[in-house]
């Protein structure tokens, strides 16, 4: 099957030469359903985190682009509590920039470079790209903290998180930051209403605290945080721990 064999070329690739702060592998060896692993780039409020991601192909991939979803709650103007995506490159034309010759590690390569370049002029999160454009200090002082609490190895939401009883970590080398990347991964557009193209992405199970997000620094802005915290304050909502991947897996140099 040509997806099957484009599939298994793109994760070899993958494997052998990973792009840096990347770590991807197949969910219970299913070629069409991935986890996958961002570190934070340094220089940006995120640099001391892990994010967790489900990527799902569709049978028409690579026609078709993947469906991603952030499992790890992250303060971000371009992601929403759901853990969808405001990316050029993960929506069709003409709203969006796919096709078929971009490959799995281009996109997390982007959503890297989304993360340490913030897009507030095409949100999904109306008060975070506001705050970012009218008192940058005070969103990296709110996205380091929300950082802090939700994508540190060792927290709630993070890819690291202390596992269950009969689960295992991901490997120590994925718990790590990797250099920032330099890709132009073009305009992260696409998605300036609710109602567009990234509307229909799944939403995702990270877990937030409330009892976490009192422990803010008095006075400092949190323009979004009931909508930060009510979807993640339930116990049902507890991300699981991180299963043994199928595949070795590596954070690029």
């Known amino acids: 099957m040509a997806q099957a064999a484009r599939l298994n070329k793109e994760l070899a690739m993958l494997e052998r030469d990973p792009p840096p702060g990347v770590s991807v592998w197949p969910k219970e060896s299913k070629l069409t359903e991935l986890e996958a692993v961002l570190a934070g780039p340094e220089g940006s409020p995120y640099e001391s985190g892990l994010f967790r991601l489900d990527i799902t192909l569709s049978a028409r991939y690579p026609f078709e682009p993947p469906k991603v979803t952030f499992r790890t709650a992250i303060y971000h103007p371009n992601i929403d509590t759901a853990g969808r995506i405001c990316l050029d490159t993960l929506n069709m034309p003409p709203k969006g920039a796919w096709k078929p010759s971009i490959n799995i590690g281009t996109v997390l390569?982007?959503?890297?470079l989304l993360l340490a370049e913030p897009n507030a002029?095409?949100?999904?999160?109306?008060?975070?790209?506001a705050q970012l454009r009218t008192d940058p200090a005070a969103f990296r002082r709110a996205a380091a903290e929300h950082t802090r609490v939700h994508a540190r190895p060792t927290s709630a939401g993070g890819a690291c998180a202390a596992p269950a009883a009969g689960a295992a970590r991901l490997p120590s080398a994925a718990c790590s930051t990797a250099p920032?990347?330099?890709?132009?991964a073009g305009p992260a557009g696409a998605c300036a209403s609710p109602d567009g193209a990234?509307?229909?992405?799944?939403?995702?199970?990270?877990?937030?605290?409330?009892?976490?997000?009192q422990k803010r620094?008095?006075?400092?802005?949190s323009p979004s945080a009931a909508a930060l915290t009510g979807?993640?304050?339930?116990?049902?909502?507890?991300?699981?721990?991180?299963a043994k991947p199928q595949a070795h897996?590596?954070?690029?140099r």
Not at 198 to 213: F, I, L, V
Not at 249 to 252: A, S, Y
């Open 109 to 112: 390569t982007s959503l890297r």
């Open 121 to 129: 002029d095409d949100p999904l999160m109306d008060d975070v790209a």
């Open 180 to 184: 920032a990347v330099s890709v132009d």
């Open 198 to 213: 990234c509307a229909a992405q799944a939403p995702h199970d990270a877990t937030g605290s409330a009892e976490r997000e």
């Open 217 to 221: 620094p008095r006075g400092e802005p």
């Open 231 to 242: 979807a993640r304050d339930s116990p049902a909502a507890a991300a699981p721990a991180v």
């Open 249 to 252: 897996v590596h954070v690029g």
